[in-house]
């Protein structure tokens, strides 16, 4: 039999319960759709108890942002050892890791860009794509990328925040399947830009040496040649290969 008395929390496990509570509120809606008697209401106390701990709703939101950018940034931060495509596999391993067990977490956190009078979270969101351009470029030792191949990482990472909220809504791909796939993506996208720019190449060309034949790579290339090698001709040069600027005229 229960007695309805409520078991009284610390200062920090209850401004941690109130963080927990504007994640998920947040995830939902927007910051301006929320109000401060939803959060109370949620979290089982008084309205004047959120604002001892929060000054107002979107301190709060930041708050609760900002937590979940710290732990997802973290998840970018693996050894440097072995292939680039084996530890970026394990990234976007630790990554979905995230997204599953924090998916209201990983929601509030990138409906942030968006929401209305919250300059700061945005700033936030920022800070994590930040975050994982400064890691890719890191395992790629590329300290300063040029514009071609900055283009490539950052639209990357654009693909993988659009794929992870793609997944939590439908889940129609098994996960594994979509970590790997944004593995190859990358290979993909840094392959095509190094047949236009020599940067980018010189950075192919140097990840391509040290993966091993049963690696990400080595399965892409496998999945790709018989594809290329059953491409009809056209678009080429009458001998079956690209002309070496690539057709442009």
Known sequence: MTTGVRRRMGVEERR???????LRLFSDRSPQDVSIDDIATAAGISRPLVYHYFPGKYSLYEAAVRRAAD???????????GPFSSRLLLVMGRYFDFVEEHATGFSALL???SAVGSA????????????????????LELPEPGPRMTLVIRSWVGVAETTALTWLAERSIPRRELE????HDLLALTA?????DEETARVFRRVVEREPADGPFGELMARLLPLLSGAGGGGTDGGGS????GGAR
């Open 111 to 113: 409906r942030g860009g």
């Open 16 to 22: 941690q319960q109130l963080l927990d509570v504007a």
């Open 180 to 183: 790997r796939q944004l593995v």
């Open 242 to 245: 690209v002309p070496a600027d």
């Open 192 to 196: 095509v830009t190094a047949a236009f």
């Open 71 to 81: 732990e997802l940034s973290a998840r970018f931060a693996v050894p440097r050892e």
């Open 120 to 139: 700061r979270a945005s700033a936030v969101i920022d800070e994590v794509r930040q975050a994982a351009y400064e890691q890719l470029l890191a395992h």
